[in-house]
Antibody, heavy 119, light 112 residues
Framework: EVQLVESGGGLIQPGGSLSLSCAAS????????MSWVRQAPGKGLEWVST????????HYPDSVMGRFTISRDNSRDTLYLQMNSPRAEDTAVYYC????????????WGKGTTVTVST | DIVMTQTPLSSPVTLGQPASISCSSS???????????LSWLQQRPGQPPRLLIY???KRFSGVPDRFGGSGAGTDFTLEISRVEAEDVGVYYC?????????FGQGTKLEIK
């Protein structure tokens, strides 16, 4: 069974740092691009970042560029999101998802991990 | 950035009746490779999103055939032929043609 399990969420102070993980299983992780998508409380979905299958290419929206870093360890089948200098507006449920590049679709999603940025 | 605009934002529907959600993009979603990377996702309460439709009209594996997609260029539609109780949730369109990938605001489908 294809599965994605996020972890690492919690309470973080503005200006701190936090690292999220996404453990993948049931598919060849090293062959798939991966994405992070977030959802603020009561709000819609926002794409956060994408990384290619090898990790050589990464993409971010302006809202997190320079503060967040997506990475992956294909030997451990794990995706990461390093969050630096978080702001209150980064409070959200963070989902990881498989991005099937040929169709540009996110077809498998994890259940998400909650990040709260607050003093 | 490509802005995705959905209408309506809320849609009360009677069980067994059809429902339709529109999504328009601020610029054409036709990629230089000729494909249009417009997909639709469903998010049931308390659940992660689920892919329904991709490349405008292709139904994803396991999605009931009462869900259909249409459109071209900048205007797209998700149609549910006969709404069932399990269809309650929020529906999002998403474009993957250009970075940053962007979503519509979401349309809440509820039963009258």
């Amino acid at each position: 069974e294809v599965q994605l399990v996020e972890s690492g969420g919690g309470l973080i102070q503005p200006g701190g740092s936090l690292s999220l993980s996404c453990a993948a299983s049931g598919f060849t992780f090293s062959s798939q691009a991966m994405s992070w998508v977030r959802q603020a409380p009561g709000k819609g979905l926002e794409w956060v970042s994408t990384i290619s299958d090898t990790g050589a290419d990464t993409h971010y929206p302006d809202s997190v560029m320079g503060r967040f870093t997506i990475s992956r360890d294909n030997s451990r089948d794990t995706l990461y999101l390093q969050m630096n200098s978080p702001r209150a507006e980064d409070t959200a449920v963070y989902y990881c998802a498989i991005l099937r590049w040929s169709d540009r679709i996110m077809d498998v999603w994890g259940k998400g991990t909650t990040v709260t940025v607050s003093t | 950035d490509i802005v995705m605009t959905q209408t309506p934002l809320s849609s009360p529907v009677t069980l067994g009746q059809p429902a339709s959600i529109s999504c328009s993009s601020s610029q054409s979603l036709v990629h230089s490779d000729g494909n249009t990377y417009l997909s639709w996702l469903q998010q049931r309460p308390g659940q992660p999103p689920r892919l329904l439709i991709y490349k405008i009209s292709k139904r994803f594996s396991g999605v009931p055939d009462r869900f259909g997609g249409s459109g071209a260029g900048t205007d797209f539609t998700l149609e549910i032929s006969r709404v069932e109780a399990e269809d309650v949730g929020v529906y999002y369109c998403m474009q993957g043609t250009q970075y940053p990938h962007t979503f519509g605001q979401g349309t809440k489908l509820e039963i009258k």
